[in-house]
């Protein structure tokens, strides 16, 4: 299903749809247990690195719960997509789960950059009612980073007095900004990156449904991606590895980079989507990390290279949104690089 959205990958398959989790079987052993002892708390804040798997944990812990329990025997939060309650989560057409994130509101196009205060509002009347199937009501929320001040204020009236059997399953990518009363009334999960063979396992499930994922590049893909399937996704389509070598190659060569190599850079990033500029900026946010925190790195470095920073995010969110020319935009980062790690 390809759908505009902000909780999902263009292209890929919704983590509402998938059948498999991989990584993560402590994880689903440790709350299947709960669900069992009756231990769930009724909100979890599952935190973690983006494309781990956070939100497929919540839509396989929402379709457990919203079923009355796993199927006989099972060891992990496995439902069968025969099953009624797997459909009608795939398709968002339970009636006892409410879904926040980024969406276009009906006869509209466009992707709103937050999740609106009015569509958490919802969650009162949503909470207010009797469960349609008598038992659990599930909110998720994708994600809670996506919430301003007043969607967040309007998300913790009912996490601070909620009603019997209710769970909330928030998806974070960075705990540690949520707003502190969130976080008290929350059971924090932090899940960690996946290791290169479990990404790898992923793109091999996937590319059955992803036919733009170069084959051959997969195991490159997964070993590079940190452990985020996402990121592997974005590497193993069109010239996702390329546009991380070159970078990687210009990088190397700072700070006096071979001008054809940059403009061979910037000629990729020219015809590749937006997919090819995020990796880009993501080499060179990693090249900045990496000299900032090296122990002899001098003070005047630290404040260039955070300037730098700064600058390559703004630079790289204004080439996407106004589609300004990717050659000069490379050409201007690597010179600001250049000088600062003179």
Known sequence: MSELAGDILPGAPHPREQSRLFGHATVEADLLGDFRAGRLPHALLIGGPEGIGKATLAYRLARVVLAGGPEAGAHDLSLPPTHPVFRQVASMSHPDMLVLRRAPEAGEEK????????????????FGATAAAGGWRVCIVDAVDE????????????LEEPPPRALFLLVTHAPGRVL????????????????????????????????????????????????SVRRAVVLAR?????????????????????PE????????????????????????????AAQATQ??????RLVRLGEVWEKVRRSAVEADVFNL??????????????????
């Not at 122990?295 to 005047?300: N, S």
């Not at 020319?325 to 003179?342: G, M, S, T």
């Open 261 to 288: 190599d940059l403009h061979a850079l910037g000629a990729r990033l020219q015809g590749d989507r937006a997919d090819g500029l995020d990796l880009f900026v993501e080499a060179v946010s990693d090249y900045v």
């Open 111 to 126: 992707l709103p950059t937050i999740i609106p205060a009015e569509m958490v509002r919802r969650v009162r009347t949503f």
């Open 325 to 342: 020319d990717r050659k000069a935009l490379v050409f201007r980062i690597f010179a600001d690089l250049a000088e600062a790690v003179r």
């Open 295 to 300: 122990e002899d790195a001098p003070r005047h």
């Open 147 to 158: 919430l301003n001040a007043f969607g967040a204020n309007a998300l913790l009236k009912t």
């Open 180 to 227: 502190p009363t969130i976080r008290s009334r929350s059971r924090l999960m932090r899940l960690r990156p996946l290791e290169s063979a479990d990404v790898l396992a992923a793109l091999d499930h996937l590319k059955e449904e992803m036919s733009d994922l170069d084959a051959a590049t997969l195991p490159a893909a997964a070993e590079a991606a940190g452990g």
């Open 238 to 258: 069109g010239e996702g590895m390329e546009v991380r070598l070159a970078t990687l190659r210009a990088l190397e060569q700072l700070p006096r980079p071979r």
